[in-house]
């Protein structure tokens, strides 16, 4: 697989997803591939530690666009949103409690918090705006793989028009 890429490479991208201690590889595989799909810069993962094996987990189960995404593995997720912050990115957060649009970000980072707890209050106090999904029939959840795809897909339409 390709090398990892620093902060400051990924920082010249004008869109990235920061994946905030999410760990099922599936999911990783999955955001992968759809960030690829639908042109974003770059995929900052922050973990404690990422294994040789859940790499070839997420090579294998992103239909090989992991080889062809910039990316960086971090462990701390509060110097990566101070340095893209600092970069003029515009800070933007997964949650049930956030608006359905924002205004055309030139620069954007969209943090998404792990399968079980979502982002921490900490984090998203920190954060520029939140972007949710409004949902039908009282449901409350979507796959986060899912629901990465379809808020790239409004923060890029939001970027266009």
């Given at each position: 697989p390709p090398q990892a890429l620093s902060l400051k490479?990924?920082?010249e991208k004008d869109s990235l997803l920061v994946l905030c201690e999410i760990s099922d590889v599936g999911n990783i595989g999955s955001i992968f591939r759809t960030a690829y799909a639908l042109g974003v810069g770059g995929i900052v993962i922050c973990l404690p530690s990422l294994s040789q094996k859940a790499i070839e987990g997420i090579v294998r189960l992103s239909?090989?666009?992991?080889?062809?995404?910039?990316?960086g593995v971090f462990t701390q997720v509060f110097d990566v949103l101070n340095e893209l912050k600092n970069a003029n990115f515009t800070l933007v957060g997964a949650d049930m409690?956030?608006?359905?649009?924002?205004?055309?970000p030139q620069k954007w980072a969209l943090f998404l918090g792990s399968e079980s707890v979502g982002l921490s209050a900490r984090l998203k106090h920190k954060l520029d705006t939140m972007l949710s999904i409004k949902m039908e029939h009282?449901?409350?959840?979507l796959n986060v793989a899912v629901a990465t795809g379809i808020l790239i897909d409004r923060i890029n339409y939001a970027g266009k028009h």
């Open positions: 490479e990924l920082k239909s090989g666009a992991f080889l062809n995404m910039p990316y409690r956030g608006q359905e649009r924002i205004e055309n009282h449901f409350d959840s």
